[in-house]
């Protein structure tokens, strides 16, 4: 009776998982197509947006894969080889650090845009983020090459592949791994995006620069709403994780791991919901989709499709 919610927390899971891999391929797969149309390859946040649905696509779809083999089979691959354990442990902390950064940077790039200052909205071009991006993608493989140090298969206890906190030095690197994660990025999404909504709110004082603004706007209010169901969907689990890098003996109760395992869904689905944020956020967006599916499902147009194209503010 004591394992009942643990047993609930795995079934859930054995439920859940199938359908995030579905909405997952579904959501990001749109995203990708959806992003290379070229109402959006003229911006330099949409490449953040493609990239971030590439990574998505990877880290939903096949690690939520070796998580189903493991509670509805018992096959962990993790668990029978200590490069296996390390190298899903790498991709477990990298892949959403470098989608969470491209969100940060894709707020960056949002304020450039929407700056009254000509030199300021420079920054906002294809070429700088391809070149962040690039940037932002080998740092970040670097610095989490050190998980590799941080987690190991441990069979003589059976913990399974856990990290290995024994150090001070080891402690930090996964509590610094937390802080850049849910505190330090999110923090930087907030504060770009309220320079961002100043500057906005700057520019629609001029009519002439607001008709031009249109695209940039629903952009900014894509990546709002994305900012907020990040949060509400991360922060849970990333606290959780955070509990599992201290030496504490909570670590080993069947609650910490019922809380783990629940936790790690809504974890996985903010790998998934960016698609239908960009539905209900983005009317550019919204009209892509339909254009594409009237292509694809060969259903004649009754209408013209009204998109608005983005014009770039003259430099002075």
């Keep these: ?14 439920i859940s998982i199938p359908m995030i891999i579905f909405l997952s ?6 995203n990708i197509v959806i992003l290379t149309r070229s109402a959006f390859t003229h911006h330099a ?40 354990c390390k190298l899903i442990s ?7 650090n470098i989608s969470v950064y491209l969100i940060v940077f894709a707020s960056v790039d949002r304020f450039c845009a929407s700056s009254s200052n000509a030199q300021r909205r420079k920054f906002s071009s294809l070429r700088i983020a391809r070149l962040v991006i690039i940037l932002l993608i080998s740092l970040l493989t670097l610095l989490y090459l ?22 001070v030095f080891q402690q930090t690197l996964m509590i610094m791994g937390e802080v850049m994660f849910a505190i330090i990025a999110p923090f930087m999404m907030i504060v770009f995006d309220l320079l961002t909504i100043d500057n906005v709110n700057q520019l629609q004082i001029i009519p002439a620069v607001a008709i031009h603004r249109r695209t940039e ?59 239908f944020i960009y539905i209900l956020s983005g009317l550019i ?32």
């Design 1 to 14: 009776m004591a394992d009942a919610p643990l047993i609930f927390a795995e079934e859930m899971t054995r």
């Design 25 to 30: 391929v579904l959501g990001n797969g749109l």
């Design 45 to 84: 946040s949409s490449l953040y947006f493609l990239v971030m649905a590439i990574n998505n696509l990877f880290y939903s779809t096949v690690l939520p894969v070796i998580n189903l083999l493991s509670d509805r089979y018992n096959i962990s691959p993790s668990e029978h080889s200590n490069i296996v």
């Design 90 to 96: 790498y991709l477990l902390n990298l892949c959403p």
């Design 146 to 167: 050190s998980t590799l140090t941080t987690f190991d298969l441990r069979q003589s206890d059976e913990l399974g592949c856990v990290p290995h906190i024994d150090t």
């Design 217 to 275: 706007i629903q952009l900014m209010r894509m990546l709002l709403l994305q900012l907020v169901v990040h949060l509400i969907l991360i922060l849970p689990f990333c606290s959780v994780f955070l509990i599992l890098s201290l030496p504490i003996e909570i670590r080993f109760t069947s609650l910490f791991d019922f809380l783990f395992i629940i936790f790690q869904l809504p974890f996985y689905l903010s790998f998934v919901t960016p698609f």
């Design 285 to 316: 967006y919204r009209n892509e989709l339909i254009r594409l599916l009237r292509i694809t499902f060969h259903v004649p147009c009754s209408g013209r499709v009204d998109i608005m194209i983005n014009t770039i503010l003259p430099t002075q």
